[in-house]
């Protein structure tokens, strides 16, 4: 089946660092992309839609400057956290999406916790 | 706007048990219904995916009902095992649209 992989899968870092998440698709291509976030015991919140070569979507209260998406590739997607603060620590995950309503598959997630 | 309910948010059974999972949608124009698997601290496993013209689907222990008109699916596991311990996620998905997720069922099977 279709696999995502997702890297790295668990970060520490201090307060102020940005932090990069990569999401490939690995047999597939990915034609859009979207990144999730889940606080604990939460279920996933969407945070923004991207297609490969434009800009990303974000949901409402989403701020783009602080969560910089890029989809160059067709299966590769990356989100940068900037100038991480403790409450940005978070569970994050990307699923892919081929074209024609295919199915969305997820990646492993990234445990990102900022001291 | 399309919004998924699970019920219960919690639900604890000794071994062996056969259970039933909760899903609601408001808006049954779906094209999709699919049920995840969440471990803790980890991804999300698919389980199964209905398409909107069917009406169930079965995947060894586990089998998986849409009743689109009325916006509701049920995920049965059939002689749980502790294995099966997790957080299950119902999402909907309404063509090339971000899936939308219900809050999940935290399911523990007691040895």
């Known amino acids: 089946g279709a696999v995502v992989s997702q890297h790295p899968s668990r970060v520490i870092c201090k307060s102020g660092t940005s932090v990069k998440i990569e999401c490939r698709s690995l047999?597939?291509?990915?034609?859009?992309m979207f990144w999730y976030r889940q606080f604990p015991k939460q279920s996933l919140m969407l945070m923004a839609t991207s297609n490969e070569g434009s800009k990303a979507t974000y949901e409402q209260g989403v701020e783009k400057d602080k969560f910089l998406i890029n989809h160059a590739s067709l299966t590769l997607s990356t989100l940068t956290v900037t100038s991480a603060h403790p409450e940005d620590s978070s569970f994050y995950i990307c699923?892919?999406?081929?074209?024609?309503?295919?199915?969305?598959?997820f990646g492993d997630g990234t445990r990102l916790s900022i001291l | 706007k399309q919004e998924v309910t699970q019920i219960p948010a919690a639900l604890s059974v000794p071994e062996g048990e056969n259970l039933v999972l909760n899903c609601s949608f408001t808006?049954?124009?779906?094209?999709?219904l699919q049920w995840f698997r969440q471990d803790p601290g980890k991804g999300l496993t698919s389980l199964l995916l209905i398409q909107s013209s069917q009406r169930e689907q079965t995947s060894g222990r586990l089998n998986a009902s849409l009743d689109k008109s009325s916006g509701r699916s049920t995920l049965y596991i059939a002689a749980s095992q502790p294995g099966d311990s997790a957080t299950y996620l119902c999402?909907?998905?309404?063509?090339?649209?971000?899936?939308?997720f219900g809050k999940g069922t935290r399911l523990s099977v007691i040895a």
């Open positions: 699923s892919a999406q081929g074209a024609g309503n295919q199915p969305q598959h």
């Open positions: 808006d049954s124009a779906i094209y999709n």
């Open positions: 047999d597939f291509q990915a034609t859009t």
């Open positions: 999402a909907v998905s309404q063509g090339n649209t971000p899936l939308v």
